[in-house]
């Protein structure tokens, strides 16, 4: 028996930027055979240039990466998965825009040879306040977010993120936002458990910020900068310094401290702050 | 080409310019009138046929919402509350306690003992609503997987060896579908398609729910010729390519009797394909096989509580259902299939999915009106007066499914949406009336393909406990009878070549023993078979 499958679930409605994400990491799978689960291939455009080779049920990715179309049957597109001569290393499955990833979620609890590692749900930044505020749909967005262990903003570059922010703190309190820039494999792929993570609930209108930590960085610039930032009220997470450690940043109010970081820690770190 | 004259008893036509006569003409599958013989005689020599001179004729009887696997489920075994009848004529009587499930459940072991063993049809509702646990079904073996699909269609059961096969049976399971017993383990039962399906499979369930093959195919016309009908829809399909060939190859079999309108559903691909599909689907579509159409799956079901409900919701304070389009890929497929005269029907339960559709359908035709579009609303159950009169000017049709009434109505009025909503679902009467087209269907295999059944369900609206819940709404028998023939033609647009007995139309019959018109009660209606395309198919000699 080998080992289960790593799954992570990316949800969003229809337009989030779904597609554009699942592109972007496989461009960027560094090595990481990803599989990428769709309920159809009408559902997802692959970049043409990734494309190696087509069949009906699956199409071969360069890097060894997969794309898999599962219908109604995610159990036998997973057993089909696991049955390659080079299986994936991780399973990627895109949600279609109104289904609820949390339930997909615990479906995939119960498939043999998947874990679930994690949830991401995508939000538009250009639409996202709309979307929670209307009559048919706001139920479902609600639950969508709300089952998102990471939630990731997209189209920041289009509008203000700062009330599709607040409208997520709303929703979903406690759970992480970063910008999609910040969505590395490691961070969208890693295993829930190992991302960064606000310890305790936060009461509710609290920005929950995921910083990414992917370069070098001085931990003492950064915990300045959070420091002189009123509004952030709490962070903590790990970060290369500049000389190549890796280092535990924990900050309450305008009081820091800056240790050694545990073995295996998920690097990014986590701020907690009020709402503009 | 010969001309068949048929005298009978009666015959209804439907044809309201004419709506009794005594003999109809047939040639080459058409009719040539109805009336006297002595009208029908200048067609020219006629051979007589007398063996419907003691029946009663009507119009082939058009199921407007059905599933073909029905044929298919037949294989496997029935255990349901209530009488049904196979596609060979053998009726199983109802399972009326836990025991008699499993009495029957073993009988199908024995047939092919060993094998996984799937059951559907199970109501434990009418059982005084208690659970079944896989320890019942452990009665039947402990060995062998069993799984029995319920009624509904959105729970089944399994036994502890099925359990295992899906590798359910461990502790630590977190899933709300999959309920657990005191040890931690689960309880046997699973809800919802995601659970079950994949489960399914370990007790000889197809993966595809609605799949249907050619021996199912050719079961399921049994079934139409046993229940009067000529012509049925398969509302929900997904017609690849083998399928569409299946449908094609089955229906045009000589003796095959009954004439397929089949609906590709959205799921699967994207707007524009399925549109492109479609249009080459009705470009190959027969007489027997009609494709060319398009189901929009907008919510899920009331009973199961996925349906899109508006304010109050649901009664028991179950959290809204769930959406199975964005409002945005509907849009897309109603403008596209409006522009190109695609016909759309939509799986519409809930009265916030039937809002949905109204102001998109509103927002649409505004803009650029398609002519006789004849979107049809399908179940449209919660629909209140308001939304009717919305969609009547909107130019839709809805097709209400009146058998809830009888098999779900109690548990409506006492759980899902109290006894308000409960009175006015389904309403027919109130459709009628705001001048809608009005179908009335049996989703069989969720209950069963009998349109005369159905038709005393909308008249009547007696519940199985034996209340009228909304009496208001009831309809007549003739209206009733309409709706089972030209209102279901004319929610499927075949309406100028079926539906009724006059002249230029499909020689389709039901033939009947007793007068449907006169009979105390539809349900007892004897049902000698059909005439489809002139052919006659004798329910007795299937």
Redesign the interface.
């Known amino acids: 028996m080998t080992a289960p499958l790593p799954l992570t679930i990316l949800g969003g409605y229809l337009g989030a930027g779904k597609t554009r994400l699942v592109n972007r990491l496989l461009r960027d799978a560094g090595g990481r055979r990803i599989a990428v689960l769709v309920n159809d291939f009408g559902d997802l455009a692959v970049d043409a240039d990734l494309i190696e080779a087509e069949g009906d049920d699956l199409i071969a990715l360069a890097g060894g990466c997969v794309c898999c179309s599962y219908g109604d049957d995610l159990t036998t597109a997973i057993a089909t998965l696991r049955a390659l001569p080079a299986p994936p290393d991780v399973l990627l499955l895109e949600a279609s825009g109104v289904a609820m990833p949390g339930a997909i979620g615990a479906a995939a609890g119960l498939m043999p040879g998947v874990t679930l590692a994690g949830i991401a749900v995508l939000a538009d930044a250009t639409r996202l306040p709309a979307l929670l505020a209307d009559r048919y749909l706001a139920d479902t967005i609600e639950r969508q977010v709300q089952a998102a262990d990471l939630l990731l903003v997209t189209k920041s570059d289009l509008t203000d993120p700062a009330p599709t922010e607040a409208a997520l703190a709303r929703a979903a309190p406690g759970v992480p936002v970063a910008p999609v820039d910040a969505a590395t494999p490691a961070l969208v792929l890693a295993r829930h458990a190992a991302r960064p993570r606000p310890e305790t609930r936060h009461a509710a209108r609290h920005l929950t910020r995921l910083l990414p930590a992917d370069a070098p960085t001085d931990p003492d610039a950064l915990a300045r900068d959070l420091a002189a930032d009123p509004r952030v009220t709490r962070a903590k997470g790990c970060l290369i310094d500049l000389s190549g450690h890796p280092r535990l940043l924990q900050l309450v109010g305008t009081d820091y401290e800056i240790t050694a970081a545990p073995p295996g820690a998920a690097l990014g770190v986590v701020t907690i702050s009020v709402p503009i | 080409m010969t001309i068949t004259l048929y005298p009978a008893r009666k015959i209804v036509t439907m044809n309201p310019a004419r709506p009794h006569a005594t003999h109809v003409a047939v040639r080459d599958g058409v009719i040539l009138g109805a009336g006297t013989k002595a009208e029908l005689s200048g067609w020219g020599e006629m051979r007589v046929d007398a063996r419907f001179a003691d029946k009663v004729l009507m119009p082939g009887l058009i199921e407007g919402h059905c599933h073909l696997m029905e044929g298919a489920l037949w294989a496997k075994t029935y255990t349901g509350f209530f009488d049904r009848t196979d596609p060979e004529g053998v009726t199983h009587p109802g399972c009326r306690d836990i025991d008699a499930v499993i009495d029957r459940l073993r009988a199908g072991l024995a047939r092919a003992p060993g094998a996984p063993l799937p059951g559907w049809g199970l109501d434990p509702i009418y059982f005084g609503n208690t659970r079944v646990t896989r320890a019942d079904l452990d009665r039947v073996s402990g060995t062998v997987p069993v799984g029995v699909m319920h009624a509904s269609g959105h729970i089944m059961n399994l036994n502890t060896p099925a359990l295992e096969a899906a590798?359910?049976l461990r502790e630590g399971?977190?899933?709300?579908?999959?309920p657990l017993g005191d040890d931690g383990l689960p309880t046997g039962e699973l809800k919802g398609?995601?659970?079950m399906?994949?489960a399914g499979?370990h007790v000889g369930f197809d993966?595809?729910m609605l799949a249907c093959d050619a021996p199912g195919m050719r079961a399921f016309g049994k079934l139409c010729v046993r229940a009067g009908v000529t012509t049925a829809t398969d509302l929900a399909a997904r017609l690849n390519e083998e399928a569409v060939q299946t449908m094609l190859r089955v229906t045009a079999e000589p003796d095959y009797p009954a004439r397929v309108v089949c609906h590709r559903f959205h799921?699967?691909?994207?707007p524009e394909?399925l549109i492109a599909q479609v249009e080459d689907l009705r470009d190959r579509s027969t007489d027997m096989c009609r494709m060319g159409r398009i189901k929009v799956i907008m919510d899920g079901s009331i009973q199961g509580f996925s349906a899109?409900l508006r304010a109050p919701g649901y009664f028991n304070g179950a959290?809204?259902g769930?959406?199975?389009?964005?409002?945005?890929?509907l849009r897309t497929i109603l403008t596209e299939a409006f522009a190109r005269d695609l016909q759309v029907h939509t799986h519409t339960n809930g009265d916030?999915a039937t809002q949905?559709l109204i102001e998109t359908m509103t927002d649409i035709l505004s803009e650029r009106p398609a002519a006789d579009h004849r979107l049809t609303v399908q179940h449209c159950q919660l629909a209140d007066r308001a939304q009717l009169a919305r969609l009547a000017g909107l130019g839709a049709c809805v097709n209400l499914f009146a058998n809830h009434h009888f098999y779900w109505g109690d548990e409506h009025y006492r759980l899902t949406v109290g006894p308000e909503r409960a009175e006015r679902m389904n309403a027919a009467r109130t459709a009628l009336d705001l001048g809608l087209t009005v179908g009335i269907h049996s989703d069989a295999p969720i209950t069963p393909l009998a349109p005369l059944f159905t038709a005393w369900a909308a008249e009547t609206r007696l519940t199985a406990s034996g209340r009228v819940q909304g009496a208001h709404e009831r309809i007549t028998r003739a209206e009733a009878l309409w709706a089972i023939t030209m209102g279901a033609a004319h929610t499927l647009r075949i309406e100028q070549e079926v539906g009724s007995i006059e002249a230029g139309k499909r020689a389709d019959f039901a033939v009947l023993d007793d007068d449907p018109e006169t009979a105390d009660d539809l349900r007892d209606v004897g049902i000698w078979g059909t005439v489809q395309g002139g052919r006659p198919f004798e329910a007795a000699a299937l």
Do not use: F
């Open positions: 590798g359910l399971i977190n899933h709300p579908g999959v398609p995601d659970v399906t994949p499979a993966r595809d799921h699967g691909v994207t394909e899109r959290p809204n769930l959406w199975y389009i964005t409002p945005e890929h916030e949905l």
